[in-house]
């Protein structure tokens, strides 16, 4: 779709994707088997908290996207974090799905992959939930592969 606008901002204005977050947060939960109930607990404020501290640890960035067509309507975003030690890191990303398959998600992969480099960055990285394994190829396309698998103990 053309005229889908893009901006960059930082932790100030998080709330600004907490409908994105909670449809992220849904579709997540759908596609959840095991730790399904941590998706169902799971709080935009708890993850703000999370993204809070993460910017005051290191660099915290915030991309954008949006539709002026629909009166400005945020679409699609990308939370992406740069550590101490030069890690980058894809926090959160999540594309509406009435704008999916017109890379929308790609573009914003690319801006937080563009200022990992600008910052220096010396490992990339994203993580995907379980059950959401369909990501996998889309992260490819950008040179990310698993590496490993983490596994939990479910403690409920």
Not at 46 to 72: C, H, I, M
Not at 116 to 137: L, M, P
Request: with cysteine; glycine share 8%; hydrophobic share 35%.
């Amino acid at each position: 779709m053309s005229g889908i606008e893009y901006r960059t901002t930082d932790i100030k204005e998080i709330d600004l994707i907490r409908p994105l977050w909670i449809q992220l947060n849904d579709y997540i939960h759908g596609k959840a088997g095991t730790f399904r109930s941590h998706y169902e607990q799971m709080s935009f404020d708890e993850r703000k908290a999370y993204f809070a501290k993460v910017a005051a640890a290191g660099t915290l960035r915030l991309d954008l996207s949006f539709d002026p067509q629909a009166g400005g309507k945020y679409i699609g975003y990308c939370v992406s974090s740069l550590s101490q030690e030069k890690t980058g890191e894809i926090e959160s990303i999540f594309v509406d799905e009435k704008y999916r398959s017109q890379n929308i998600g790609s573009a914003l992969v690319i801006r937080a992959l563009a200022w990992f480099d600008e910052k220096g960055s010396v490992r990339n990285r994203v993580a995907a939930s379980a059950g959401n394994d369909g990501v996998w190829d889309f992260y490819k396309k950008f040179g990310f592969y698993p590496r490993m698998m983490v596994l939990e103990q479910k403690k409920e």
